[in-house]
């Protein structure tokens, strides 16, 4: 017989409530935690790695060619500065020769040198007929030389200059608002002229030089060889 003050014994329903009440919050807990920690890992693995991943995916080619190039960065064109992870180049706009506007992008396919110059720039100037003469030796479907001027003022000067030094071959390509130059220098790719980019048929950076270099050497048709896999 049970006396007044004793609490009769649980059935094994009530225990099994008693026992979900207790834990149930604890479960919630536990479990909103674990997917707040997933949501950050997957964040920062879309937002960090995960586009250190996407470029090199992107950039396969142009990783391929940094390793046949570097031992060619030598001589006279031993100031490229060959990158160990390419990188996809920022989408660049400006003119064509028939003065409609062109984009990078479009380059796809082929391996390009990529060259901004000014009629200012003395080390320019100097460099023009070389990188003529690469392009009139090397220029295919494959590969071209892409001078990009970016005089901003009396911009007859810069064809008017090509002409007077017997440019044949290179396209007269312009950017007279020098939007293109700013735009590398936000990229932290170009801080003065000449600036001359090589860039994989993917479109990703393979190296970059600041200042002049003789194009149409021996040493630099072969790094453009290795670069185009030639």
């Keep these: 017989m049970t006396e007044d003050n004793e609490t009769p014994p649980m059935s094994a329903a009530e225990k099994r409530r008693l026992i979900f009440r207790l834990v149930a919050p604890h479960v919630v807990i536990v479990a909103v935690a674990m997917a707040a920690a997933l949501y950050v890992v997957l964040y920062v693995i879309k937002g960090g790695r995960g586009k250190e991943v996407n ?3 992107q950039c396969l080619i142009s990783q391929m060619a940094t390793k046949r190039v570097a031992p060619f960065a030598k001589g006279q064109v031993a ?3 060959v990158q160990k992870n390419p990188r996809p180049m920022d989408e660049l706009t400006f003119k064509a020769p028939n003065d409609t506007q062109t984009h990078l992008s479009l380059f796809k396919g082929k391996t390009v040198l990529l060259n901004l110059w000014a009629t200012w ?3 320019c100037r100097q460099e023009m007929p070389a990188l003529d003469r690469l392009q009139q ?4 479907s494959d590969f071209e030389v892409v001078a990009i001027n970016i005089d901003t003022a009396r911009l007859e000067r810069p064809k008017a200059f090509l002409n007077e030094i017997n440019v044949k071959d290179l396209q ?3 950017d007279p608002s020098a939007d293109v130059f700013q735009v590398l220098k936000r990229a932290g790719k170009v801080i ?3 600036t001359t980019i ?3 048929p993917d479109g990703c950076e393979i190296g970059t030089m600041a200042g ?3 194009w149409d050497s021996e040493d630099a048709k072969a790094l453009i060889n290795a670069a185009a896999n030639k």
């Design 55 to 57: 470029d090199a995916n």
């Design 79 to 81: 100031a490229l500065n």
């Design 121 to 123: 720039c003395v080390p």
């Design 137 to 140: 030796t090397l220029g295919s």
């Design 172 to 174: 007269y390509y312009a």
């Design 192 to 194: 003065g002229l000449p």
């Design 198 to 200: 090589l860039i994989g």
């Design 212 to 214: 002049p270099a003789e």
